[in-house]
């Protein structure tokens, strides 16, 4: 505003405009640090997610809510030293209260604290503000984000194939003495899941049906927290976009030829 007020002195311009842009500097370099501190911070906690056990201690704190040490032993099907250790490397992500849980004895409570989820987001607009040196740092640890995530999905999908598995051969089985009706477990907590091929037309269309979507999940979710009951949280809506042309050019033996038609 200062460049429209004409009839300040011209020095005097040239001064504030030149402390204008040391502040942006400042400030740039103050949103860098934070920016990598929330990124390495998504990073280790999505990477101490590569454990099985640790990933179905947070699966079940998301579910749960709120569970006591021994019920989150119970229902991980490990001790209470094993699962008070794997509790300890949450100790930034994970609430303690002493307030008792009814049905149980423990004085202790764990549940995920309140913002967790945007704790672990990453904004790409927050970028657009940083100097370009910084955008090129920040760009690594945004990188190693999708690939975190991208695990972390994976390891859940590995469990789910190793459930599948274990339905598959003893549905196999002549006779089985656990008496568990296997068909019904399956359809009971079958995988809903759709696939489809775009084209650039039905992409347009599809961002439009996604955004009006987000729109109404965030809703839906916002509505679930105000909810004083606390009813379980047992299921999982995964909404991806994958750009399928390009990916599918990729060849590990000829890296940088994929890379140059990108």
Known sequence: MLLFKIFNNYYYIIIQIIMNEMNSDIKAGKDSKALKDKYKQR?????????????????????FRKLSLTELSTLLGRVKSTTSHHL???????????????????????????DLLEKLSVNFEDLENLQKKENRELFHYVIQNDITFF??????????????????????????????????????????????FLTEKGK??????VKEF???????????????????RSYLVLNTFIPLEKIIQFDPSSVFKFFSIM
């Open 43 to 63: 990073i280790h906690t999505l990477s101490l997610l590569n454990d099985l056990t640790r990933l179905r201690l947070i699966l079940l704190l998301i579910v």
């Open 88 to 114: 300890k490397k949450f100790d930034d992500i994970i609430k303690i209260s002493t307030k008792k849980k009814r049905g149980t004895t423990d004085s202790n409570i764990y549940e995920l604290i309140p």
């Open 151 to 196: 695990q972390l999905i994976i390891n859940i999908f590995d469990l789910i194939n190793q459930i599948y598995k274990v339905i598959d051969d003893s549905s196999l089985m002549e006779k089985s003495d656990s008496g568990v009706n296997y068909r019904n477990v399956y359809l009971d907590n079958r995988i809903k899941y759709n696939a489809w």
């Open 204 to 209: 347009k269309s599809y961002d439009k049906l």
């Open 214 to 232: 987000n729109q109404k999940m965030r809703e839906i979710i916002l509505q679930d927290e105000l909810n004083k009951e606390e009813d379980l």
